[in-house]
């Protein structure tokens, strides 16, 4: 099943993910320009992604790993 995002004008957060329903909320008061909303879209469809798959890990573990792959292209480099 495919992800679907939505966006709100103001929140409290950067962006969510909501599993039961597959459907990523962006907040765009909380962005500084339109490269820090993409950074965020990905952030919250890598969450989709992730639960996609059939590894057992909790939510710190996520939020580093969607870290690191955001990063992955200065950290390797
Ligand atoms: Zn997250």
Request: aromatic fraction near 12%; include cysteine.
């Given at each position: 099943m495919g992800c679907t995002v939505d966006f709100r004008a103001t929140g409290d957060d950067?962006?969510?993910?909501?599993?039961?329903?597959?459907?990523?909320?962006?907040?765009?008061?909380?962005?500084?320009?339109l490269e820090d909303i993409y950074k965020t879209i990905n952030h919250e469809v890598l969450h989709h992604c992730i639960e996609?798959?059939?590894?057992t890990i909790d939510e710190l573990q996520e939020e580093k790993l969607i870290f690191n792959i955001q990063w992955a292209d200065y950290s390797i480099a």
């Open positions: 950067r962006g969510c993910y909501y599993e039961e329903t597959h459907r990523c909320l962006i907040f765009l008061n909380s962005h500084e320009n996609g798959t059939d590894i």
